[in-house]
């Protein structure tokens, strides 16, 4: 399975920017997605996550009311909006797949990784 994430980008405090991340393999639909972050000196987090029907989504505290988790199983791809952006959201984000039903927070459930995309908010 390989991941490719884009659409990142550096943009001003409150702006919007819409991430994408395409799915190589087939069945994906049986995938949970997730996002993940990471900033230099600081260990990856989790961002948001999405079951493979897209009914079930998850999201840190953080992001809520701000980031949107969504898919489109007909061309294997996952999105993450991301509104209202904060300086404190600058990272690299990462989007991988769990070949499982269940929505996690968990990195080490994920099996496949995507090579990430910069995101940069300005103050």
């Known amino acids: 399975v390989q991941l490719q994430a884009s659409g990142g980008g550096l943009v001003q405090a409150g702006a919007s920017l819409r991430l994408s991340c395409a799915h190589s393999?087939?069945?994906?639909?049986?995938?949970?997605m997730g996002w993940f972050r990471q900033t230099p000196g600081k260990a990856r987090e989790f961002v948001a996550a999405i079951s493979g029907s897209g009914g079930r989504t998850l999201y840190q505290d953080s992001v809520k009311g701000r980031f949107t988790v969504s898919r489109d199983n007909s061309r294997k791809s996952v999105s993450l909006q991301m509104n209202n952006l904060k300086p404190e959201d600058t990272a690299i984000y990462y989007c991988?797949?769990?070949?499982?039903?269940?929505?996690?927070?968990?990195?080490?459930?994920?099996?496949?990784w995507g090579q990430g995309t910069q995101v940069t908010v300005s103050s």
């Open positions: 991988a797949a769990d070949f499982s039903v269940d929505v996690t927070d968990k990195m080490w459930e994920y099996d496949y």
């Open positions: 393999a087939p069945l994906f639909s049986r995938y949970t």
